[in-house]
């Protein structure tokens, strides 16, 4: 079974700072590893992907990732943070199965509060 | 053009009903998916769908039945609704192919039972 920890509820940063968002992941294979924002009453937005490879991956909107295969960590980095970015983030897992089986399982979410 | 479309946006039913969500890509995907969400905001795989035909089929209620017509559309059916059905559901969909394996979201559908 894979499982995804984010251990922070709530991330708070000031604007121009910069900001990381944690997730931890456990998966018995080789892991695909996602990241997602959520904006209030909208469906989710893909971010960033790691699939194998560079272990920084980059992303929309000025975000990175770096994929730690020691410490099964896949942490949201962005080094100057804005107020639109400011939202729900979360972490996913997949891994390499056939189609239709690579559902998504997806850490609890942090909600990331960037202040003026 | 939007990717992944869902209907209705806002779902407001009472205990005992049967409704359903539709959902619709114009992605050429072959597999879809759906999610549900709850009022905590976890987020969990309910159904997968590759080329029509059922691939994950997690614990749910069998009150739930989705069903795919063709690969551009997965829709859910909720029999006997019960307060706990509450929630926002996310239809999703993805290629088959490697190397783009992140999965386009829906707006979401905002089931409110009553």
């Known amino acids: 079974a894979q499982s995804v920890a984010q251990p922070e509820d709530q991330v708070n940063v000031a604007e121009g700072n910069p900001l990381t968002v944690k997730c931890t992941y456990s998966?018995?294979?080789?892991?695909?590893l996602f990241w997602y924002v959520q904006y209030p009453n909208r469906g989710l937005q893909f971010l960033l992907k790691?699939?194998?490879?560079?272990?920084l991956v980059k992303g929309s909107y000025g975000f990175e990732a770096e994929f730690n295969k020691s410490q099964t960590s896949f942490h949201l980095k962005k080094p100057s943070a804005l107020v639109s970015d400011s939202a729900l983030y979360f972490c996913?897992?997949?891994?390499?199965?056939?189609?239709?089986?690579?559902?998504?399982?997806f850490g609890s979410g942090t909600r990331l509060q960037v202040q003026p | 053009d939007t990717a992944v479309s869902q209907t209705p946006k806002y779902l407001v039913t009472q205990m005992g009903n049967d409704k359903s969500i539709k959902c619709e890509q114009n992605?050429?995907?072959?597999?879809m998916y759906w999610y549900k969400q709850d009022s905590k905001k976890f987020l969990k795989i309910m159904f997968s769908?590759?080329?029509?035909?059922?691939?994950i089929n997690e614990t749910v209620p069998n009150r739930f039945s989705p069903k795919s017509p063709d690969k551009a559309h997965l829709n859910l059916h909720i029999n006997s609704l019960e307060l706990g059905d509450s929630a926002v559901y996310f239809c999703?969909?993805?290629?088959?192919?490697?190397?783009?394996?992140?999965?386009?979201f829906g707006p979401g559908t905002r089931l409110t039972v009553t």
């Open positions: 999703a969909s993805s290629p088959t192919g490697t190397g783009s394996y992140e999965q386009y």
């Open positions: 998966v018995s294979g080789n892991p695909y």
């Open positions: 790691y699939i194998t490879g560079d272990n």
């Open positions: 996913a897992v997949s891994q390499p199965m056939d189609p239709g089986r690579r559902a998504l399982t």
């Open positions: 992605l050429g995907h072959d597999t």
């Open positions: 769908y590759n080329n029509k035909e059922l691939i």
